[in-house]
């Protein structure tokens, strides 16, 4: 079936520092790929998304790219903040929505 | 945006009782609603898909007695742990999709966590 893998944290920056959080997927199909982001105590929120291979997802400073031939989905951020501390995880969907276990990210000062 | 609540966010019980989670959405109509559960560092594992007014369909090695799922109404549903065990302590997470949207219009709700002694 369907799985997401992605690098275990927790991953620990200093403000400014370049991002990169892995993300690797195995699916049947051709999935959609996901990036959601969720905040202490708050629900999972889409940060961003590709439906296609090539395709660049970006928000907030945060990008990936759909890499078919790696089976990748990488996010990135140039420069982070501590309000991006928060718990990633990468997602696909065929026809539900598989997810990664999650990264935590903590940005200090 | 959506906003998808739960309640309660944090719940001790005892072993051998039954908790109701609520889920809902607040400011749209969510003809499907998904519950999930989290081990700690563990990915969101689908329990089950509900849709408004119809039977819940779960997933492969989820207790469908064990974890009821009602969705009465297009903005709440509620998933009831029956004779709840210590291995039930988990994280629930629900989430709630309008009727055209795509996986991506896939609002999530806070958690609620379940402590089973």
């Known amino acids: 079936g369907d799985s997401v893998t992605q690098m275990e944290g927790p991953v620990t920056l200093s403000e400014e520092a370049f991002l990169t959080i892995n993300c690797t997927y195995t699916?049947?199909?051709?999935?959609?790929l996901f990036w959601y982001v969720q905040y202490p105590g708050e629900g999972l929120q889409l940060l961003l998304k590709a439906t296609k291979a090539d395709d660049k997802g970006s928000n907030k400073g945060f990008e990936a790219t759909y890499r078919k031939e790696t089976t990748s989905f990488h996010l990135e951020k140039g420069s982070v903040q501590v309000s991006d501390s928060a718990v990633y995880f990468c997602?696909?969907?065929?026809?539900?929505?598989?997810f990664g276990k999650g990264t935590m990210l903590l940005v200090s000062p | 945006g959506a906003v998808v609540s739960q309640h309660p966010s944090r719940v001790i019980c005892k072993s051998g009782t039954s908790v109701k989670i609520e889920c809902r959405s607040l400011?749209?109509?969510?003809?499907?609603m998904f519950w999930y559960r989290q081990f700690p560092k563990q990915s969101l594992m689908l329990m089950a898909t509900?849709?408004?007014?119809?039977?819940?369909?779960?997933e492969q090695g989820v207790e469908k007695d064990k974890f009821l799922i009602n969705h009465a109404s297009l903005t709440l549903s509620t998933l009831t742990v029956t004779s709840a065990h210590p291995e039930d302590s988990s994280f629930y997470i629900c989430s709630a999709r309008t009727g055209t949207g795509g996986q991506d219009t896939q609002y999530f709700g806070p958690g609620t966590r379940l402590t089973v002694l």
């Open positions: 699916a049947t199909g051709y999935p959609s």
């Open positions: 997602a696909l969907t065929d026809s539900t929505l598989t």
């Open positions: 400011d749209f109509q969510a003809t499907t």
């Open positions: 509900s849709n408004e007014g119809s039977k819940a369909t779960y």
